[in-house]
């Protein structure tokens, strides 16, 4: 059973970093494309970064630049290095994966994603 556990969310200022990593068991990490999401009260879920098993990756625009993804499949863990956090981006990320090779526009539907961990808090503010 896939099991998902994120952590290394925090407050931080804006303009500052952030380290999430996400910790994953009870699947063949390598075999699968990872992805980072989050949510706000209110909105849907959303995608912002994917790591595909052949090393590939992808980013929303709202971390592109910014963002970077990473995958240590020998400790079946995934992480997310953002960077110049704005406010915006305060909101509750979670990781997930699916076993399949996707198309860019097929790793951000929702609906693909079956497993999800509790997520970690980021809050970015003064």
């Known amino acids: 059973q896939l099991q998902i556990e994120e952590s290394g969310g925090g407050l931080v200022q804006p303009g500052g970093s952030l380290r999430l990593s996400c910790a994953a068991s009870g699947f063949n990490f390598r075999d699968y494309t990872i992805g980072w999401f989050r949510q706000v009260p209110g909105k849907e879920r959303e995608g912002v970064s994917f790591r595909r098993s052949d090393g590939s990756t992808s980013y929303a625009q709202s971390g592109r630049g910014r963002f970077t993804i990473s995958r240590d499949n020998d400790k079946k863990a995934l992480y997310l290095q953002m960077n110049s956090l704005r406010p915006e981006a305060t909101a509750v990320y979670s990781c997930?994966?699916?076993?399949?090779?996707?198309?860019?526009?097929?790793?951000?539907?929702?609906?693909?994603?079956?497993?999800w961990g509790h997520g970690t808090h980021v809050t970015v503010s003064w």
């Open positions: 997930s994966a699916v076993r399949a090779r996707l198309l860019t526009s097929e790793l951000y539907s929702l609906r693909l994603y079956a497993s």
